[in-house]
């Protein structure tokens, strides 16, 4: 069974500052996505960035890109120019790919950041 | 994307009532799914609602406890039978269209007293 593992229950960081949130998975399968979301105090779960294993070039959009490491089976996301807005819950989520796909994702324990003014 | 909308968005409920969450999708979707969330901890699976079909639960969660219904492909409900304060928490509905996104609801907060 595939496990999602965010070894990180809380990071801080300064506005305008960088921050790397970690995230390692464990799967047999050579093919599936990878997921960041954004959980707000809202409770609305927004998608961040996204990552296809198949894919060498790591992910970017606009301030968050990710550090894919398929042998090591980590996946980071780097959050630069940090904003207040960036506070939030953050889940890294698993999905499996092909016949695998029913649609469920696996998600971390999550990761809390504080941004501090 | 997909808007989703959740039915309450809240309620305070006693011990040994049911409750029944609706989840509304503003367009077609393949599937649909029923997560659980304690406040600041990670989403758990509790079944997948398939069109036409029963729901597939996940291991630790039954059908007499968490019924559900999926009667069109917009559409979802999900029942919280018998309820005990330990089923406090807060309830999301997903939405998949088979593609990259899997879309949420803004979650229904449950207190059992």
């Known amino acids: 069974a595939q496990t999602v593992t965010q070894s990180q229950p809380e990071m801080s960081v300064q506005e305008a500052e960088t921050v790397t949130l970690s995230c390692t998975y464990d799967?047999?399968?050579?093919?599936?996505?990878l997921f960041w979301y954004k959980q707000p105090p809202s409770r609305q779960m927004i998608l961040v960035i996204r990552?296809?294993?198949?894919?060498?070039q790591n992910a970017t959009e606009n301030r968050f890109s990710v550090n894919f490491q398929k042998a090591a089976k980590s996946f980071s996301l780097k959050i630069s120019d940090s904003q207040l807005g960036d506070a939030a819950m953050y889940f890294c989520?698993?999905?499996?790919?092909?016949?695998?796909?029913?649609?469920?994702?696996?998600f971390g324990q999550g990761t809390t950041l504080q941004v501090k003014p | 994307s997909a808007v989703i909308s959740q039915k309450p968005s809240r309620d305070i409920c006693q011990r040994g009532t049911s409750l029944t969450i609706q989840c509304q999708v503003d367009?077609?979707?393949?599937?649909m799914f029923w997560y659980r969330q304690q406040p600041g901890q990670s989403l758990t699976l509790i079944a997948t609602?398939?069109?036409?079909?029963?729901?597939?639960?996940e291991s630790g969660f039954v059908i007499d406890k968490f019924p559900i219904s999926r009667p069109n492909l917009t559409f979802s409900t999900l029942t919280v039978s018998n309820m005990s304060p330990e089923d406090s928490s807060i309830y999301l509905c997903?939405?998949?269209?088979?593609?990259?996104?899997?879309?949420f609801g803004p979650g229904t907060r449950l207190t059992v007293t």
């Open positions: 989520a698993y999905r499996g790919h092909g016949s695998s796909n029913t649609g469920k994702l696996i």
């Open positions: 990552q296809e294993a198949y894919k060498q």
């Open positions: 799967t047999s399968e050579s093919d599936y996505y």
């Open positions: 997903s939405a998949w269209r088979g593609t990259f996104e899997q879309y």
């Open positions: 609602a398939n069109q036409g079909s029963e729901a597939t639960y």
């Open positions: 367009s077609q979707v393949t599937m």
